[in-house]
């Protein structure tokens, strides 16, 4: 047969997190912001264990965490076909009604137009980009005039850099190292050929610990730190032997990345658009809501609206918005009713409506490389030489390019469906990025969707926001809450 | 922007075929069988029109039928931006209540599997294979034993060839021809570069007039009638306008084609499924009714199950199972109570449901040439020397092919939705074929669900069958009124 199997998945109507697969990479640590590091790579049991490890190596915070090491191994062993996960631990004691099905629109064929009417005084269409991600553009959502204000309140509110390099010591991470420099190889080795190919290394962008990685720098750092002798750019299983990780940790905390190597180079800033806010801000949440068809419940508990300025330079390499769902992850979202202290969290966006606030004088597109592709495949994505998710080199082989239009919004899903008409696996598809501005300044904004993969989580949550706005005001409680949601949204990466 | 834009469609519920455009290929008469020969071009506007034009100079039927040529000519200028059609006849003075919106299974993704319970005694998984054409496969549909019944029911019935070669002569046809050779070029000349090139000519299956042209019997049929001097297998203006169109028809009524020429090399016949019927048969369509969601009315009153047999060097080329739809094309199965006398009759074959019934020695497979492509692109579907509808020859380089395996069901999606829960658009990328049998027989049965893309018609038709069925009796009227709708399905290609 044609298809690779699956698992079945649970008939029940409830998110059942005992039949989810690891799926992809895990979400690390720091990762309530966007998840650009996130690695791309099959097969995916292997990778997971393999990205897993390489984390736990070469990244500072909850290195040595044993607990989780070992409850990701064993998900992993549930994976590779062994022992099923345990079933979840409820979240809660109180009991909340399980909320209706999400809307999902139809996208039904690329160039498919709908009428819609989000506000009074005119109609506007929703023209499906793709299907994979199930993408839309809606020109016109905004008014000029909104998104001029929206860019003076953000100005108001003041900017700040999208993305800072760690600065903490690369050694601290050596002296808890658990993994043999063997088991580290293989874990890297995707295809398995006893060779590091340069792709292999991309893929696991995180190594770059925020500067982004080209084939060109990896081969610069090889040849620094003498670990590919024969100059091929291919490390055999002697040269990686031979490497001492140190040499590889001195070299990257000696190399000052300049805002044009990092993943993301732009400045951004939160605005509030819960009850109170100002009216414009109000009516474009109102507006969302009507565009999504979600329940307001959801949108109105949803982050507030992120405002993003990309000067001449800037870009933003492809990412995913949302981190993939393991039984073990918590949305930034929900995890004050969580009650849990988990190893993993995300930020659980189950869609991101972006708008363009200006017309940009040159680049600065946002590309779908992968958008509608036959196959995802990682290793065609990321080669030894072209590399697509990088948006300062690649954009024009991308997919799908959408040229900023002031006051158009785009639209897209971050998760498939689950079939029980809830959130599912995250759309590998929904792989994304803004294209390098060659002229000029780009202003955009986005509203993220936020829902919980658990059906019975995003309920509990939601009971709890009412209790709280009920008891503490309208405005006040519900405000507090969400601050405390989004602590780390503004956490930087 | 990305993506080509098309004009927006209507926000009402009902089908509205005013807004409709006439998309791709006319459905031609003798079309109630499936539609092998449906050309595949673009740009649709002028293909449409060009198809149109060479169906009337060159096949028999409707010949001269200048009042079709004028709806039709009057329909493509709308397409071309001029005026819209004009609002369609209501099909009967009746009012039938609205039919409720039709289930579609979420495909989700590729390999995505859903457990359902069809039958008392065990679990079914549904398997997503592609979603371009929605296409899934429920392996273990049918028993083995199942299986062999419906063979031997067929083979008591007994089998009859799918197609015969029309044998009136062609020379009736060019007494009637209304059209320019010049006109004529420019019609097959889809890419306008002023030469016909190989895949131009057999992108116009219709041409073959049944039989199947690959590159090299159109070279030859140039070389019999000295088309192409030069022979580079293009034709220039001026080659084509030295042709003699009457060479053209003399060379193809003088050529007898074998079986495996044409375009569909197999043998069939049609069981019987409603009231009274076998209760194999009768269970398997509730089992079908189950599994596709749909309301029992539509099932109950869709064609009868087709079985048919491939001996060996049997084969489908490729063609997709319904027609298009034009606001003036009429369905089979609802033309009772259409009170029309329209030029297009289609099957309007929302779903086709597949069942293998035997497992196949050496080849058999079905093909989805261009399942989950990117694109739609009739030129890189057919090229000059490699045509990827052609089941005898490249069925390899199909994107999707199943093999056939006793029992297992596999099923799609003919028709996009609409937008509005009824049925859209005819969806290219479920183009399929049978490969070649290279060894053995191979056994298929096919159970067709036909849904009227005019909801309106449907509801009339549905309510018309239903007061048959309550004045005369369970079972007598509606078979008989089910003879008459499927009368045309039994007529040969």
Not at 211 to 239: C, F, H
Not at 242 to 261: G, I, N, Q
Request: aromatic share 8%; proline share 6%.
């Amino acid at each position: 047969m044609a298809a690779a199997g699956l698992r079945p998945e649970a008939g029940s109507p409830q998110w059942a997190p005992a039949e989810r697969e690891p799926a992809g990479a895990a979400a690390g640590p720091g990762d309530g912001e966007d998840a650009p590091v996130r690695p791309l790579c099959k097969p995916r049991g292997i990778c997971s264990r393999a990205y897993f490890l390489v984390l736990m190596v070469l990244v500072h915070l909850y290195l040595g965490n044993v607990l989780a090491l070992l409850l990701f191994v064993h998900y992993s062993d549930g994976d590779d076909g062994g022992h099923p996960a345990p079933p979840r631990r409820a979240p809660g004691p109180q009991p909340a009604p399980t909320p209706a099905p999400l809307a999902r629109l139809e996208g039904i064929k690329v160039g498919h137009e709908q009428k819609v009417q989000l506000v009074a005084d005119r109609d506007h269409f929703i023209r499906t980009l793709s299907l994979k991600p199930l993408l839309f553009e809606v020109p016109g959502f905004l008014r000029d005039e909104e998104c001029r204000l929206i860019i003076h309140l953000a100005q108001m509110k003041g900017l700040q850099r999208s993305q800072i390099l760690p600065t903490e010591e690369y050694e601290e991470a050596l002296g808890t190292m658990q993994v043999s420099q063997l088991d580290l190889f293989r874990l890297l080795d995707q295809n398995r050929d006893g060779r590091l190919q340069l792709r292999e290394v991309l893929a696991q962008t995180r190594l770059g610990n925020g500067r982004w990685m080209t084939p060109e720098n990896i081969q610069e750092m090889y040849s620094a730190i003498k670990a590919d002798p024969d100059g091929d750019g291919v490390l055999s299983l002697q040269e990686f032997s031979d490497m001492d990780l140190r040499d590889f940790h001195k070299y990257m905390r000696r190399h000052k990345a300049e805002s044009s190597e990092l993943v993301r180079n732009s400045h951004h800033t939160w605005l509030y658009q819960g009850e109170g806010a100002h009216q414009v801000m109000r009516a474009i949440r109102q507006r969302v809501l009507r565009l999504t068809r979600l329940p307001a419940e959801i949108v109105e508990l949803s982050e507030p609206m992120q405002v993003v300025r990309y000067g001449e330079g800037g870009h933003y390499h492809a990412h995913v918005d949302s981190g993939p769902v393991y039984p073990e992850t918590i949305c930034s979202h929900t995890k004050l009713v969580a009650n849990e202290s988990v190893p993993f969290e995300t930020s659980c966006r189950y869609m991101t409506v972006l708008f363009y606030l200006n017309n940009v004088t040159g680049g600065g597109e946002t590309v779908f490389p992968v958008a509608d592709n036959r196959t995802y495949d990682e290793m065609s994505l990321i080669q030894d030489d072209v590399d697509l998710r990088d948006t300062r080199r690649h954009c024009d082989k991308g997919n799908l390019r959408v040229r900023p239009q002031q006051g158009t919004a785009v639209f897209w899903y971050n998760y498939l469906p689950d079939g029980q008409g809830w959130v599912g696996d995250v759309d590998d598809y929904s792989l994304h990025g803004g294209c390098l501005v060659t002229r000029g300044t780009k202003w955009i904004a986005n509203n993220w969707i936020n829902v919980d993969p658990s059906r019975a989580r995003q309920a509990l949550f939601q009971q709890e926001m009412a209790r709280l706005a009920r008891e503490g005001g309208a405005d006040s409680q519900p405000e507090w809450a969400l601050d405390r949601a989004y602590r780390d949204a503004r956490v930087e990466l």
